[in-house]
Every structure is written in C-alpha cells, then in structure tokens.
C-alpha cells in the first residue's frame, strides 16, 4: 500500500510492502509486529485534553516509533532518501500527530490478512 502526504510544504510518499517489518529491524533492531503491540500506549493519548490525564498515563510510551515507523515507510517507498536524522532535520516541521493516522493505515495494511 502507498500513500502520499504533504509535510512542511513538500509531497511526500511512503509505502508499507511484506519487506517493511525486515527494513523496521534491520534499521532499529526491534521487531516491528512487537512494536505495533505497544501501541495500546496510543489511547492514553486521547486523555491529554481531559480531566482525567495524568502524566504517568504516557509511561512506556516510546514516540521514536513513531518517527521510525516514518523514516521506514519513506525509505521504502524512495530509495534515495537520506538516513534518518538528515532525512527529518530536512523539515522545518514534521507533525507526526497528524500524519500518524496515514501512516497507522499503512501499519493496518502490513498487519492485514486476506484470508476470509
């Protein structure tokens, strides 16, 4: 699956293929499947803006996954996009909040089965 998104002014694709789990690890040395899991981290984000947020709600919650989760589907959507860092030091802006729900279709799309 492939998506384009416009980042700080610029189109940018990302793609999710059956290799994107191997480049997630070869790159950060996590497995990707197991990263996703810790993703129920997710719902205590929604709490943020309510009365019942506590800080100890984003314990464990580790938001390099989503810059990672990124920079793979970038890399593996364009070959030619430079490491990490320089990869997102090229934006003056990355708001990964809003374009993680892009990028979650993309995870859902590597997670799915076709099988009825």
Request: hydrophobic share 55%; charged share 40%.
């Given at each position: 699956m492939e998506k384009?998104?416009?980042i700080d002014g610029k189109e940018i694709s990302f793609k999710s293929t059956g290799g994107s789990a191997i480049r997630y690890k070869a790159q950060f040395g996590k497995d990707f499947f197991a990263e996703v899991v810790k993703l129920n981290s997710?719902?205590?984000l929604t709490k943020i803006d309510t009365?019942?947020?506590k800080p100890e709600d984003l314990e464990g919650l580790d938001t390099t996954f989503f810059y990672n989760v990124a920079w793979v589907f970038a890399k593996t959507a364009n070959k030619e996009i430079p490491d990490q860092?320089?990869?997102l030091d090229s934006f003056d802006e990355f708001p990964i909040m809003d374009i993680m729900p892009d990028?979650?279709?993309l995870v859902t799309a590597a997670l799915k089965t076709k099988k009825k």
């Open positions: 384009t998104i416009e997710l719902e205590k009365e019942d947020f860092l320089a990869w990028l979650m279709e």
